[in-house]
């Protein structure tokens, strides 16, 4: 549900499992997204455009899909990686898709450490000592061995914080107020997040402000029974959330 004040969606979409990990490239404007369904035990990878809401892929699974999860959104490539064990944590593993969601290569006996301007950062987990490697993005070839330095990708993301001052909430909260209100200030916008009891209900609620004027108002998710701490951040411009049951995706140009 929504006011009639609302902004246009750039993506929205929604998925038969729960959104369980999201990647973004700020560099094509890209959101990698991996969602899971318990009943079957499978993992599913999609990528969109978040600026143009066009749709690489959706869906996708790969062999053994439980047992990987989504790494990075790099270029034009989306990496998954595996673990070492089904106790541990720790990643062992590479698995690259290409923008059509085909798996372009794969390095099972090697770790993505990270994503930089050079290209991924990888490792051997099985070396007692860490030793770095510089791989090149499409291929997976090593293009340096004992990688020293790398420069690290410039990312500008936005996360809201707890709003101290209750004279500064906004009037808009109906019902009675449970939890912290999520705040923060955007190309002259108010973004707001906060969770709201009213006849028994629980609901979540975004809020969009600019010049105390309502820009945009809507329940993300309803009748909940626990708080979401993680309402919405802000990358490129676009307002990310989830709702619908952490089964939608949406974004919205600010």
């Known amino acids: 549900m929504t006011t009639k004040y609302t902004l246009k969606p750039s993506l929205q979409e929604k998925f038969k499992g729960i959104i369980w990990k999201i990647e973004t490239n700020n560099i094509n404007g890209v959101i990698a997204i991996e969602t899971r369904s318990s009943d079957n035990k499978e993992a599913f990878y999609s990528a969109f455009n978040f600026k143009t809401g066009e749709k690489l892929f959706k869906e996708i699974t790969v062999e053994d899909s439980w047992h990987w999860s989504l790494d990075k959104a790099y270029?034009?490539?989306v990496y998954l990686h595996g673990y070492i064990s089904e106790k541990s944590p720790e990643h062992k593993g590479i698995v690259a898709l290409n923008h059509h969601g085909t798996?372009?290569?794969t390095a099972y006996n090697k770790t993505l450490e990270t994503v930089a301007e050079e290209g991924l950062i990888i490792y051997n987990p099985t070396f007692q000592q860490k030793e770095l490697?510089?791989?090149?993005?499409?291929?997976g070839k090593i293009v340096q061995n004992k990688l020293s330095h790398y420069t690290p990708l410039n990312r500008e993301m936005y996360f809201p914080e707890t709003l101290e001052d209750v004279l500064l909430f906004p009037a808009e909260i109906e019902g009675t107020l449970v939890g912290p209100v999520s705040?923060?200030?955007y190309n002259e916008k108010d973004c707001y997040s906060f969770h709201c009891t009213k006849d028994a209900v629980t609901s979540q609620v975004l809020l969009i402000k600019k010049d105390h004027n309502t820009l945009h108002k809507e329940i993300l998710e309803d009748n909940i029974s626990?708080?979401?701490p993680e309402p919405f951040f802000i990358e490129e411009n676009h307002l990310f959330c989830i709702r619908n049951n952490k089964r939608e995706i949406v974004t919205y140009f600010v």
């Open 75 to 77: 270029n034009d490539f």
């Open 103 to 105: 798996i372009a290569w």
């Open 133 to 139: 490697e510089l791989a090149d993005a499409a291929t």
């Open 183 to 185: 705040y923060i200030s």
């Open 226 to 228: 626990k708080l979401n």
